[in-house]
């Protein structure tokens, strides 16, 4: 049986930037990167929320978050008793989110939170979504994967150059953000629950016309990243089942 649960989901006022976080056994990384979000939060001008929406993990995660919920203010989670996706999962958190922006970054905290800056001024020339990308000329990347991570990604993003969304040069990047009305109008139409659901939100984004931002960031690799040689050809397979979506006009 399927169990979901919301906790802390008191009325509170709408805050400015929503930060949803997925997660998976993530025991050791997450504490240090709710820390790192907070602490560069509460030093902002803007209202905030953390929402992390936990996908079926076996470890300690959910006790750690629950421990950190009692010193950050603005936490919130959501708890899945079953594995369904990265996709699924920040689907889920964007939907649940309050916020007028929404942003969703990786539970490893590989692009730090301070990335955040660069997106506001491309928000009020007028873009709907901001994503950060680690393939453009003034991407800092400070630790690179390694080489048999790195080709299979190069060339994978050249298909989906040619196959869904042409132009953007790192679709696959954990930090994307949105304003709320344009979040709720791309994530309520996908559903591609594995991998390949950034290249199936920015898909769907084109299709809608809104209009897209690929900003430079830093980007630091965590060498205990979880991405496998099977989840590349499962973003592939989700690669083609996308496409024959859009064929089929099913996002409409």
């Known amino acids: 049986m399927r169990e979901e649960k919301i906790y802390n989901m008191e009325q509170m006022e709408k805050p400015y930037l929503s930060i949803i976080i997925p997660a998976y056994n993530e025991e050791k990384r997450i504490g240090k990167t709710l820390l790192a979000i907070n602490e560069y939060l509460t030093k902002q001008d803007y209202s905030y929320e953390i929402l992390v929406v936990d996908g079926g993990s076996s470890d300690k995660t959910i006790e750690i978050i629950k421990k950190f919920q009692k010193s950050i203010e603005n936490l919130r989670f959501i708890i899945r008793k079953e594995e369904f996706g990265k996709g699924y999962v920040v689907r889920e958190g964007i939907l649940e989110a309050r916020g007028e922006f929404r942003l969703f970054t990786d539970a490893d905290n590989s692009t730090p939170i301070d990335q955040i800056e660069?997106?506001?001024?491309?928000?009020?020339k007028g873009y709907d979504i901001v994503i950060g990308s680690r393939a453009l000329k003034e991407s800092e990347i400070k630790i690179r994967q390694p080489w048999f991570r790195e080709m299979p990604g190069r060339l994978s993003n050249i298909l989906i150059q040619i196959i869904a969304v042409s132009?953007?040069?790192?679709?696959?990047?954990?930090?994307?953000?949105?304003?709320?009305?344009?979040?709720?109008?791309?994530?309520?139409?996908?559903?591609?629950?594995r991998w390949g659901f950034d290249i199936e939100i920015l898909a769907i984004g084109r299709m809608l016309g809104y209009k897209i931002k690929e900003v430079p960031v830093v980007w630091i690799n965590d060498p205990n990243s979880k991405v496998s040689w099977k989840d590349y050809l499962t973003t592939l397979e989700d690669l083609f089942m996308i496409k024959w979506n859009l064929i089929k006009?099913?996002?409409s």
């Open 118 to 124: 660069k997106f506001w001024p491309y928000f009020q």
């Open 249 to 251: 006009r099913k996002y």
């Open 167 to 193: 132009g953007i040069k790192d679709t696959q990047c954990g930090f994307k953000c949105f304003t709320a009305k344009v979040a709720q109008d791309i994530f309520k139409r996908s559903v591609i629950n």
